[in-house]
């Protein structure tokens, strides 16, 4: 199964994330398919840059957001 999720980088207590596509099995750092975004939660207020054209063309090829994803899907779109 694929799914749309996070993959940490960063230093220690300053987390940035990409939105990537990537294997259910795969390590949460390992291989991936594609980037589709970004995530700093540290900013003020939080940066959400998501691709939704990809990201919209992997949920319709059967892709799962993780629930955190999904959470960033619905404020981008809203």
Do not use: C, H
Not at 16 to 29: C, G, H, L, S
Request: charged share 30%; aromatic share 8%.
């Amino acid at each position: 199964m694929v799914r749309i999720r996070l993959m940490r980088l960063g230093a220690k207590k300053k987390p940035f994330y990409r939105v990537v596509i990537a294997d259910a099995k795969a390590r949460r750092n390992g291989p991936f398919i594609e980037i589709v975004g970004t995530y700093n939660p540290k900013n003020d207020p939080p940066e959400i840059n998501l691709n939704m054209e990809r990201v919209n063309y992997w949920l319709q090829k059967g892709a799962q957001p993780s629930d955190t994803v999904k959470k960033l899907i619905e404020r981008v779109s809203a």
